[in-house]
T-cell receptor
Framework: DTAVSQTPKYLVTQMGNDKSIKCEQN?????MYWYKQDSKKFLKIMFS???????INETVPNRFSPKSPDKAHLNLHINSLELGDSAVYFC?????????????FGPGTRLTVL | GNSVTQMEGPVTLSEEAFLTINCTYT??????LFWYVQYPGEGLQLLLK?????DKGSNKGFEATYRKETTSFHLEKGSVQVSDSAVYFC?????????????FGGGTRLMVKP
């Protein structure tokens, strides 16, 4: 069974469109995250959610909105897509907010904006 | 703010060679330190971690020791295999902030040749 899953794996779209990426974890974790990995492999946190409450938002444009219908899901909705949004987006989860906890990552969604 | 610096790659080694990937950090508080590995086309997975000074994390022949005096967490392996070819990320989680935010280094690509 996949611990953290994301759909779709690949997403190709035009500038200006709105798209969503879905994430689900079956680990029973309290905390979920979204990370962005750019073309140079640099990883940066976007959002952290604990028990459906947003904890941090690292200077991400408000075109990006995380939505969590329940503790097992954290979806990422992106409005008015721009060329610079092209990247690989990773969802992750951890048992709780404690800093020593491992984060479990999904396989990633490669977003290409044309 | 927190930061992680790791040696730039790619690192190219022959099979059975000794591996060192340097990692140094800057953080407030008492961070936990991690090494994550990303195989081609996959998400990140935890390789090892250390949560306090002088702890040694180890897994699959890889080791790293949390050195508070030098703010370092260098990754080592005595004999690399072709299957170790991947991108390695050093990361820290500062237990003093909310959200269990992981700060990543830039990643080091390792290529092992037969």
């Amino acid at each position: 069974d996949t611990a953290v899953s994301q759909t779709p794996k690949y997403l190709v779209t035009q500038m200006g469109n709105d798209k969503s990426i879905k994430c689900e974890q079956n680990l029973g974790h309290d905390t979920m995250y979204w990370y962005k990995q750019d073309s140079k492999k640099f990883l940066k946190i976007m959002f952290s959610y604990n028990n459906k409450e947003l904890i941090i938002n690292e200077t991400v444009p408000n075109r990006f909105s995380p939505k969590s219908p329940d503790k097992a899901h954290l979806n990422l909705h992106i409005n008015s897509l721009e060329l610079g949004d092209s990247a690989v987006y990773f969802c992750a989860s951890s048992y709780d907010l404690a800093g020593y906890n491992e984060q479990f990552f999904g396989p990633g969604t490669r977003l290409t904006v044309l | 703010g927190n930061s992680v610096t790791q040696m730039e790659g790619p690192v190219t080694l022959s099979e059975e060679a000794f591996l060192t990937i340097n990692c140094t950090y800057t953080a407030t508080g008492y961070p936990s330190l991690f090494w994550y590995v990303q195989y081609p086309g996959e998400g990140l997975q935890l390789l090892l971690k250390a949560t306090k000074a002088d702890d040694k994390g180890s897994n699959k022949g890889f080791e790293a020791t949390y050195r508070k005096e030098t703010t370092s967490f260098h990754l080592e392996k005595g004999s690399v295999q072709v299957s170790d070819s991947a991108v390695y990320f050093c990361a820290l989680s500062d237990g003093s902030n909310a959200g269990n935010m992981l700060t990543f280094g830039g990643g080091t690509r390792l290529m092992v040749k037969p």
